[in-house]
């Protein structure tokens, strides 16, 4: 038998993670002094309600390594003999790291243990490692072996697309998510800011005014990106504003042709607090790691205005 373990900045809907039987390793937020568990102790539309008017910035904790421990020694109770746990990027949080000391800390106490463990470095933030997850789940469901969920997860998940956008970059800099480099580029420019992430953290990839530019923008580099053959779903993720993920989701229905599921998660509290309010993102797998910076979407979007000037001239 076979186990998932994550934290819960995979952000999975409590749906999904009951179906496929998925633990949960809660991190926390510290709100006024007082401790939260994610997911527990604390709901997301609780805690967008009252995130503007805190008078402190709220500050996250990564699990211990014994919150993992305790997590590996439950699926063994229930007769798990393989462990599959995916965690959020190395480069946004300790997690993995406290996954890899609980993994080492249980064959300690163990010794002569058959339990196979793999931890995963999703590489990813929110949805991304929640894509791989559920992605894992369902390939568990129709048969594939341990082996093959470490193989899937450790070659696909550098091709696990994210895009996000935000309000603004106050959350993301607070929390050290987006360098202030990234950041000051972004608030020079003010404009809304799309980000992806590189190298396991959040970086500015595109710069565009108003939110059906930024739409528009994920709807085109997911025509472009997508693989068909992998992304037999997609998630797109919101944390306070659950319309503009379903404005969103019709807009890739009719423009793109796509026909997997199409699923509509919110950003739980603790990955929240790093973004803000009216947040969405989008998340696949991509057919190649394609360059996708700044710069060359500066100049794709400066030769796509030249392209209209010139029909506008024709037509005239």
């Not at 000391?101 to 002569?112: H, I, M, P, V």
């Not at 058959?114 to 997850?133: A, E, F, P, Q, T």
């Not at 530019?213 to 998630?235: A, C, G, L, P």
């Not at 404005?247 to 973004?275: A, R, S």
Request: charged share 30%.
């Amino acid at each position: 038998m076979m186990k998932i373990i994550s934290d819960s900045t995979c952000d999975l809907s409590q749906d999904i993670v009951d179906k496929y039987d998925i633990e949960i390793v809660s991190l926390t937020i510290n709100i006024d002094g007082q401790r939260y568990r994610d997911r527990i102790d604390i709901k997301p539309d609780e805690f967008y309600k009252i995130l503007e008017g805190l008078d402190e910035y709220p500050t996250t904790s990564m699990p211990s390594p014994n919150d993992f421990v305790k997590a590996i020694e439950k699926a063994v109770e229930d007769g798990h003999t393989e462990i599959i746990c995916i965690c959020m990027s190395s480069g946004t949080s300790g997690s993995y790291q406290s996954a890899k000391l609980a993994e080492s800390d249980y064959f300690a106490d163990n010794k002569n243990s058959n339990i196979r463990i793999h931890v995963v470095d999703s590489k990813s933030m929110s949805h991304g490692s929640g894509w791989l997850i559920l992605k894992s789940a369902l390939l568990r469901e129709k048969g594939a072996t341990f082996d093959e969920l470490v193989e899937f997860n450790e070659t696909y998940k550098k091709f696990v697309k994210h895009f996000l956008s935000v309000g603004d970059l106050d959350h993301l800099t607070k929390s050290g998510r987006l360098s202030n480099a990234s950041a000051f580029i972004g608030k020079i420019l003010k404009v809304m800011p799309i980000m992806t992430m590189k190298n396991g953290r959040g970086s500015i990839v595109a710069k565009v005014r108003g939110r059906k530019k930024v739409f528009k923008h994920y709807v085109s580099e997911f025509k472009t990106r997508v693989n068909k053959q992998i992304t037999d779903f997609i998630i797109i993720g919101y944390t306070s504003d659950k319309i503009l993920a379903e404005n969103l989701k019709t807009m890739i229905i009719n423009e793109t042709g796509f026909e997997g599921e199409i699923f509509i998660m919110q950003m739980g509290v603790v990955v929240g607090n790093h973004v803000g309010l009216s947040a969405i993102s989008l998340f696949f797998v991509e057919k190649e790691r394609q360059r996708d910076n700044l710069l060359l979407n500066e100049i794709h979007s400066i030769a796509e205005k030249k392209n209209e000037i010139l029909e506008k001239i024709k037509r005239d």
